[in-house]
């Protein structure tokens, strides 16, 4: 059965960290591109970061981009996303997704695999 787990989310203060990781299982993993994204309440989901099938390119949406960095470790079939000096505004549901486009994107409709989302909450 084809499964996406998202985990590491949780609450910290402004400027914290955390290491968000996306387990996959079911499918041969190497051949997909992974893809961060995020939805906050009244919002739509938006892309946050992507990393190609071979872990070569990679992608971060402006509003992330110095503060955020995407990995993956195909032995483990896993893909990290590093989020440092985080902001009330990241503040989200944080879905990671495989898309078959070899270069992932950030548009919602070229992934075919999602996983169940991971709170992360910024506040003090």
């Known amino acids: 059965q084809l499964q996406l787990v998202e985990s590491g989310g949780g609450l910290v203060q402004p400027g914290g960290s955390l290491r968000l990781s996306c387990a996959a299982s079911g499918f041969t993993w190497n051949y997909y591109a992974i893809g961060w994204f995020r939805q906050a309440p009244g919002k739509e989901r938006e892309g946050v970061s992507c990393?190609?099938?071979?872990?070569?390119?990679?992608n971060y949406a402006d509003s992330v981009k110095g503060r955020f960095t995407i990995s993956r470790d195909n032995a483990k079939n896993t893909v990290y996303l590093q989020m440092n000096s985080l902001k009330p505004e990241d503040t989200a549901v944080y879905y990671c997704?495989?898309?078959?486009?070899?270069?992932?994107?950030?548009?919602?409709?070229?992934?075919?695999?999602w996983g169940q989302g991971t709170q992360v909450t910024v506040s003090s």
């Open positions: 997704a495989a898309s078959q486009r070899p270069l992932g994107s950030f548009s919602v409709y070229d992934y075919n695999y």
């Open positions: 990393i190609s099938s071979s872990g070569r390119i990679t």
